[in-house]
C-alpha cells in the first residue's frame, strides 16, 4: 500500500456504541491529523500529532480520543457519539516541523464516512 | 463569516471555457494550499504557494498568491470534465508558534459537456 489510507471507509454505529477509525501513512511522514468534514461547511481540524506528541486539540469533545502509537498509524476511537457527528473524517499526513502545525503539504487519505444513528 | 473565503460556492461551466476560484483571508496569510476533492473521497495536492506575488502552474491549472489583498485566485483553462469536484484552499493565518490551519468550504465546480 502507498500514500495514506483509512479503515473502515464507512462506519454506522448507534450513539451507545465504541468504534474506531485507524490512519496509515506508508510516507516517512512525522506529523498526522484528524479532520472532520460536514456537509457544506469547511474542513474542521481536530487533532494533530507531531513526531507522537499531540500539539493541537481543537476544542474536541471527549467523546473523540485520539492515539498515535508511532508515527506511521493513528487512530481514532469513537464514544457515545451524537447524530451531528455524522460526516467524513479525514486523516492526513505532512512532514513534521517539530513544532506545532507543518506548513508542509499535507497527503489525505479517502476518509472514513461515519454515520451515527 | 468565515476567516477564509471561497467564492463562488458553486460554479457551472461549459466545457472548454476559462474560470476562476477565489479564497479570500481575513487574516495575514502564511501559506496557502489548493486541493481538489471527488464527492466523498480524500483531497487530492494541487499547489501550495508561500510568498507575495507567487505564481504556481500545473498542466491547465494556475493559482496566484495576492499577499496585499490576502488573497489566492485559482484559474482553469479550456476546462475539462476531468476537471469536476470541489476545490478547497487551506491556510496558515498568523505566525510563529501561534498560526491557525485553516480551510474555506469548498467550491464545487460542474463541467457541462
Known amino acids: 500500500e502507498t500514500g495514506v489510507t483509512q479503515t473502515p471507509r464507512h462506519l454506522v454505529m448507534g450513539m451507545t456504541n465504541k468504534k474506531s477509525l485507524k490512519c496509515e501513512q506508508h510516507?516517512?511522514?512525522?506529523?498526522m491529523y484528524w479532520y472532520k468534514q460536514s456537509a457544506k461547511k469547511p474542513l474542521e481540524l481536530m487533532f494533530v500529532y507531531n513526531f507522537k506528541e499531540q500539539t493541537e486539540n481543537n476544542s474536541v469533545p471527549s467523546r473523540f480520543s485520539p492515539e498515535c502509537p508511532n508515527s506511521s498509524h493513528l487512530f481514532l476511537h469513537l464514544h457515545t457519539l451524537q447524530p451531528e457527528d455524522s460526516a467524513l473524517y479525514l486523516c492526513?499526513?505532512?512532514?513534521?516541523?517539530?513544532?506545532?502545525?507543518?506548513?508542509?503539504?499535507?497527503?489525505f487519505g479517502p476518509g472514513t464516512r461515519l454515520t451515527v444513528l | 463569516s468565515q476567516e477564509l473565503e471561497q467564492s463562488p460556492q458553486s460554479l457551472i461551466v461549459q466545457e472548454g471555457k476559462n474560470l476562476t476560484i477565489n479564497c479570500t483571508s481575513s487574516k495575514t496569510l502564511y501559506g496557502l494550499y489548493w486541493y481538489k476533492q471527488k464527492y466523498g473521497e480524500g483531497l487530492i495536492f494541487l499547489m501550495m504557494l508561500q510568498k507575495g506575488g507567487e505564481e504556481k502552474s500545473h498542466e491547465k491549472i494556475t493559482a496566484k498568491l495576492d499577499e496585499k489583498k490576502q488573497q489566492s485566485s485559482l484559474h482553469i483553462t479550456a476546462s475539462q470534465p476531468s476537471h469536476a469536484g470541489i476545490y478547497l484552499c487551506?491556510?496558515?493565518?498568523?505566525?510563529?508558534?501561534?498560526?491557525?490551519?485553516?480551510w474555506g468550504a469548498g467550491t464545487k465546480l460542474i463541467i457541462k459537456p
Open positions: 510516507l516517512g511522514h512525522n506529523a
Open positions: 492526513a499526513s505532512s512532514q513534521g516541523s517539530g513544532m506545532g502545525i507543518s506548513y508542509n503539504e499535507q497527503f
Open positions: 487551506g491556510a496558515a493565518l498568523g505566525g510563529d508558534s501561534n498560526y491557525q490551519l485553516i
